[in-house]
């Protein structure tokens, strides 16, 4: 029988949070690139859990809690501020956000 390490969990971390940060890098698109810190911040909960587990503490636990508000307070400022650039401009490609400059 396979046991599950807490490797596997960073493996799956680390698979997890590279995607999202190929996804902030390569697209284009904002809701694309919000998805990908999304999931950036997923692949932080699971470490967060996996040694959390390990330890046998809840801390990581609690971290992981405060880490899910935080990414649902971003999704929704992110996401009002996205829904406002497409009402002026129409668009939602990450080159014509020059406008929010001074």
């Given at each position: ?69 935080v990414?649902a ?27 929010m400059?001074?």
């Open positions: 029988m396979l046991e599950i390490t807490p490797t596997h969990y960073l493996v799956l971390s680390a698979g997890l949070f590279m995607i999202g940060v190929i996804g902030v890098m390569v697209r284009r698109n904002i809701i694309i690139i919000f998805m990908s810190i999304e999931l950036m911040l997923n692949a932080v909960n699971v470490n967060l859990a996996a040694f959390s587990q390990q330890w046998q503490h809840v801390t990581g636990q609690v971290f992981a809690v405060f880490v899910i508000a990414a307070a971003e999704a929704a400022v992110g996401l009002g501020i996205i829904l406002a650039f497409y009402r002026n401009k129409e668009t939602v490609n990450i080159d014509e956000m020059n406008v400059r001074w």
